[in-house]
């Protein structure tokens, strides 16, 4: 491994020594697929004979996977953040996009800042400037052609007004960013775990899953570099997985959800553009977000509220007919001959009758006959006076369903 670092250095300008070991063997261990090749001895061999093995490494070697407005959630936050710096129209906001691959991110910074600026009275003027370290992929990027993938999460309203649809491939069509979005952002080539060549102290960095593939070592000088980068009170937004709050003092959580970082101290020294408005009421912007996901979570609320009409009433009239089909099911009649106590004869033909049981009381029965039973002689008169009495709680349950029928009906439809 060390000696496939110390060729890959001779022959690039990256230090491949700051990248973590295991991200390293697997771009290694990929190129070696891609050759064919079965040993690391064999693939150092193939390294120092051919030059162009170099290149090839380094353009496989950065991540590539991207997409126009990936976690569209945080552009949303972005313009709350935006709004609480109390910029004039008069000043300049710096955006630098670091580790930028193909371009993706600073053009979709660009075209939802050109939003921003159409819909907020007084917006700031802007300067993005995005920077990678595969010269390939600056070379895609100022060209600002992409796949119809990397359209695949991007809001329909931004795909209709700053793109044009140009030649279909196998895979899809091709689009073509406008210009006016191109020339809004400004790309370079260099190493960001090295430093930055621009002179510029920006309000908002994008460093976005680059802290992922370099060492513990490399994470402080990148978060040096950035540290020094970023004025007082501005924004670093980092990738979902990535946490700094353990390593680096000089950044505040802002939100923790989309890795939002408030730098805290001063400026550097030798900073080209200390005259930036630097208001920021970090309260004044947690409010705002806690006021914006309160409204979220009252609209979701009246939402789940105002479902079609039907749906509710559906559920209403299974609990109506459910309760009503219970309600208006006979209970079995039982009857239960006790034997007389202690000298019942086996030759009774009419064992004597002591309790009947019956239905359980529903609704009013003062209108029901409350005969006592005593007066009859044998079962068939008392079972006669036993069945009148049940057909008159039927009727008196068919009057309570009309009732209920009436009264649930206005309630239901």
Request: with cysteine; proline share 3%.
């Amino acid at each position: 491994m060390e000696e496939i670092i110390d060729i890959l250095n001779n022959n690039q300008k990256i230090k491949f020594e700051y990248y973590n070991r295991d991200f390293l063997l697997k771009r290694i261990k990929y190129r070696m697929i891609s050759l064919d090749i079965e040993s690391l001895d064999n693939y150092i061999n193939y390294l120092k004979k051919n030059k162009k093995e170099n290149r090839r490494f380094m353009e496989d070697f950065t991540i590539k996977y991207t997409y126009f407005f990936r976690n569209y959630e945080i552009y949303n936050r972005l313009e709350k953040y935006i709004e609480n710096l109390q910029m004039k129209k008069k000043d300049i906001l710096f955006i630098w996009s670091c580790a930028c691959a193909t371009g993706e991110e600073p053009y979709s910074i660009a075209m939802f800042l050109d939003r921003c600026n159409k819909n907020i009275i007084n917006f700031p003027k802007y300067k993005i400037i995005a920077s990678d370290i595969n010269e390939n992929a600056i070379e895609k990027a100022k060209m600002g052609e992409y796949s119809e993938y990397s359209l695949h999460e991007t809001p329909s309203i931004y795909k209709e007004i700053y793109f044009t649809r140009t030649a279909k491939t196998p895979s899809g069509f091709k689009y073509r960013i406008k210009d006016e979005i191109i020339d809004k952002v400004e790309f370079i080539c260099e190493d960001n775990t090295l430093g930055h060549g621009k002179n510029y102290i920006y309000d908002i960095i994008f460093c976005r899953n680059l802290l992922l593939y370099i060492n513990k070592e490399s994470r402080k000088r990148v978060l040096n570099i950035l540290n020094s980068k970023l004025k007082r009170n501005g924004l670093l937004v980092l990738g979902k997985t990535e946490k700094i709050e353990k390593i680096d003092p000089h950044f505040k959580p802002l939100d923790s959800t989309n890795r939002f970082y408030i730098k805290l101290g001063n400026y550097s020294k030798g900073s080209s553009n200390r005259e930036i408005n630097t208001n920021f009421d970090f309260n004044k912007y947690q409010k705002l977000v806690s006021k914006k996901t309160k409204q979220r979570k009252k609209k979701d609320r009246k939402r789940s509220t105002n479902e079609p009409k039907s749906v509710l009433n559906n559920v209403e009239k299974t609990k109506y007919c459910r309760n009503l089909k219970n309600l208006s099911k006979p209970k079995r009649i039982e009857i239960k001959r006790t034997p007389e106590k202690h000298n019942k004869k086996k030759n009774d033909v009419n064992p004597p009758v002591d309790k009947y049981i019956t239905e359980n009381k529903i609704g009013d029965n003062s209108d029901v006959n409350q005969e006592d039973s005593s007066n009859y002689n044998n079962i068939e008169d008392k079972l006669e006076y036993t069945l009148e009495k049940s057909e008159k709680k039927l009727e008196l349950i068919d009057n309570y369903e009309r009732f209920l029928e009436k009264n649930l009906k206005n309630l239901i439809f």
